[in-house]
């Protein structure tokens, strides 16, 4: 084997690499390139733009999902409306739910013996939607069943609860002062936020060490640090792809570089005289 020839194999090696890797990011054999330099940052480029174009895909795909699965009805006005059939509508009988749905919305629904039907009727399709005590359903769906069933609209037919006590009992005021101050602290929100408005369920607790190692992606949004990644990954195949590029033309680079000096020490003495 000459001595150009094992000049040349690894030039060779390296031009069929760039070759295949072109073809794994599907792009064409057209660009005039002659330079190793000049293929790795095309490489580059052309494997950032299809990741990125991949990513956009599978999370509008992710957004329209979500967009599908969204609940059939927002609220009891929807129930009202027939937008679900009222024989898929579960109340447990001889409930405050059940005496609100008979009077204002039907007579026709389908009973529950108790609040655990609920979630297992809704879970087994049998029912579509059920109607009962909000402070229910976000304490049990946010503990045992978030990711499965979820909690739509707002509250509505609110009742009051009272408190009942000795008549004249002798610390009253003292029970009332205390029950103030307590509301006025806003412990009674840190209770609701503790007990009511945090998700701990069973089934992600038993994937909480895998969940820590991703951050949730919210609002369609991409955060930077999942991405960061594919950007330093070009960045460092751009400063490979100039450094090669300084390598293979360094002679030139020197001489211009000599050139430029001398031109200015040329200057330079031409204004000293």
Known sequence: ?????????????????????????????????????????????????????????????????????????????????????????????????????LQNVSTLYYPLATSKDIFTRLLDRTIDAAITDSTILEYAINRDYCGQLIVVGIGFAKSSFGIAMRKNWEYKQDFDMSLLSFRESGAFDKLENKWFHFQECRTALL???????????????????????LFLTFLAMSVVALALHAWHFRMVIAANIINVVIRVRQCLSSRIR
């Open 1 to 101: 084997m000459s001595t150009n020839e094992k000049g040349s194999e690894p030039r060779t090696i390296a031009i069929g690499v760039s070759h295949a890797l072109s073809s794994v990011v599907s792009m064409s054999g057209d660009l005039p390139l002659t330079t190793m330099s000049s293929r790795m940052v095309t490489i580059g480029l052309y494997a950032l733009s299809v990741i990125l174009i991949a990513t956009y895909t599978a999370n509008l795909s992710s957004f329209l999902t979500l967009q599908r699965s969204l609940p059939m009805i927002s609220g009891i006005d929807d129930i009202k409306n027939g937008r679900l059939p009222f024989s898929r509508i579960g109340i447990v009988s001889n409930s405050a739910a059940d005496d609100y749905y």
């Open 207 to 229: 994937s909480s060490n895998v969940n820590n190692d991703f951050e949730t992606i919210e609002d369609g949004e991409i955060p930077l640090n999942i991405m960061g990644g």
